[in-house]
């Protein structure tokens, strides 16, 4: 959707129930991604952040407060547990 985007330094999708593989590939100045919908998103492959900073460990994703721990547990977010953050904490 987005990859290659060197352009792109936040995102906020408030309707978004799926990210696909590759979606913001490369996208290096990516630093914040907001989730807001209350409902975990299914995240289909970990690499939908290769070459972003939320991968490198610099970048967060900012998700419901109250679904902070099952986007932390879920399968392939929990690569990025120490990146996923509740929007309360969002600067």
């Known amino acids: 959707a987005f990859a290659n985007c060197s352009a792109l ?6 309707a978004v129930t799926s990210i696909s593989t590759y979606a913001f590939q490369n996208c290096s100045a990516l630093t914040s991604l907001t989730l807001s919908k209350n409902q975990v998103a299914t995240l289909s ?3 939908a952040f290769t070459g972003t900073p939320i991968a490198s460990g610099t970048g967060y994703v900012y998700v419901p407060d109250n679904l ?6 879920a399968t392939n ?8 953050l509740p929007i309360s904490q969002k600067p």
């Open 68 to 73: 902070v721990g099952q986007y932390k547990a």
């Open 9 to 14: 330094t936040t995102a906020s999708l408030p």
């Open 77 to 84: 977010w929990a690569t990025y547990a120490n990146q996923i």
């Open 45 to 47: 492959n970990t690499s």
